[in-house]
C-alpha cells in the first residue's frame, strides 16, 4: 500500500517530458529547407536539364595526363594522402576520381600505381580499379599488385611514395586527398621528375604547396564536385547545384542580418 502510495505521488509530481526543444527550431527549418532543396535539384526534371558545371581546368586536364603517360610508356602515380581514412569526405572524393583515372588508363592500356597509407583504402581502391577495368571492357587489364600498402608512418609514407617517383618515373602524378607535411615532399619530387601533376585537398595549408609545385590544382569544393563533373552523373550534379543554392540563401540572410543589426543594434531576433 505504501509502495503504490509514493509511485503515485512520484508520478503526479514528476515534470512534463519534453518532446520538443524550442531552442532547436531554427535547426528544425534549416534541414526542412535543405531537404526540400535536395529533392527539387534531383528529381525536378527542368531544373536538373538546365543545370551546367563550369569547367575545371584541373579536371579538364585529366584525359591529357593519362594520354601523356601512355605516349611515354611511363605509369600513371595516383596517392590519397596519409592525413585521411575511408569516411573523410575527401578520401571519398578521391575514390570518385581515382574510378575515373583507373577506367581511362585501362582503356589506354596505361599502368596505374597507387600506393596508400591504409589497409582499408588499399582495399577499397582495389575493388574501385577492378571495377573500372571491367567496366572498360578490360578486366585482364587489372594489376593487383600495382594497388598497395606502404606505411603508417607518415613520413615513412612520404618517403616509401617518393622513391616510388624517383625510380618509376611517372609521366603523370594524382595527388588527390588529404595531405599533411607529406604534401610538398611529394609535390616537389614528381616536379623534379618532370611529371604533371593534378592535385587537390581539403587543406587551405597544403594547397599553398601544390600550387607552387604543381601543374593543376583542385581548390576547396572542386575536388567535392569532381565526380560528377567526370561522370556528369545528374543526380551527383542535382547535389552540386543543391549546395550552391543553399551558399546564396545562407550568404542573403547574412547580408539581410548585417543591415538589420545596423539599423536597430539592439534587436536580438537574428543572433542565432
Request: charged letters at 20%; aromatic letters at 10%; glycine letters at 6%.
Amino acid at each position: 500500500m505504501i509502495t503504490g502510495y509514493i509511485i503515485i505521488t512520484l508520478a503526479v509530481t514528476a515534470s512534463p517530458v519534453a518532446w520538443f526543444d524550442t531552442g532547436k527550431t531554427v535547426t528544425l527549418i534549416a534541414a526542412i529547407i535543405s531537404i526540400l532543396i535536395v529533392l527539387y535539384t534531383t528529381f525536378h526534371k527542368s531544373s536538373r536539364e538546365k543545370f551546367k558545371v563550369r569547367k575545371i581546368a584541373g579536371l579538364r586536364a585529366v584525359e591529357d595526363a593519362i594520354g601523356r603517360a601512355t605516349e611515354m610508356a611511363r605509369p600513371v602515380l595516383f596517392t590519397p594522402g596519409w592525413g585521411g581514412d575511408i569516411q573523410r569526405p575527401t578520401t571519398i572524393a578521391s575514390m570518385n576520381i581515382l574510378s575515373h583515372v583507373a577506367e581511362k588508363t585501362c582503356q589506354y592500356d596505361c599502368r596505374l600505381v597507387y600506393p596508400t597509407h591504409d589497409p582499408v583504402i588499399m582495399a577499397v581502391a582495389q575493388e574501385v580499379i577492378k571495377e573500372a577495368c571491367a567496366r572498360a571492357g578490360f578486366p585482364d587489364r587489372y594489376r593487383e599488385n600495382d594497388i598497395f600498402y606502404v606505411s603508417s608512418s607518415q613520413f615513412g609514407y612520404a618517403a616509401a611514395v617518393e622513391g616510388l617517383i624517383s625510380r618509376l618515373k611517372p609521366a603523370s602524378i594524382f595527388l588527390l586527398g588529404t595531405f599533411e607535411a607529406e604534401s610538398l615532399i611529394l609535390a616537389e619530387t614528381g616536379n623534379i621528375n618532370k611529371a604533371i601533376q593534378i592535385a587537390g585537398t581539403d587543406s587551405t595549408i597544403q594547397l599553398s604547396f601544390f600550387i607552387v609545385a604543381c601543374d593543376y590544382v583542385l581548390i576547396g569544393e572542386e575536388l567535392f564536385a569532381a565526380s560528377g563533373y567526370l561522370s556528369q552523373d545528374k543526380s551527383i550534379l542535382a547535389s552540386v547545384r543543391a549546395q550552391d543554392i543553399l551558399k546564396v540563401i545562407i550568404a542573403m540572410l547574412l547580408i539581410l542580418a548585417v543591415i538589420w543589426a545596423t539599423i536597430n543594434p539592439d534587436s536580438t531576433w537574428w543572433r542565432f
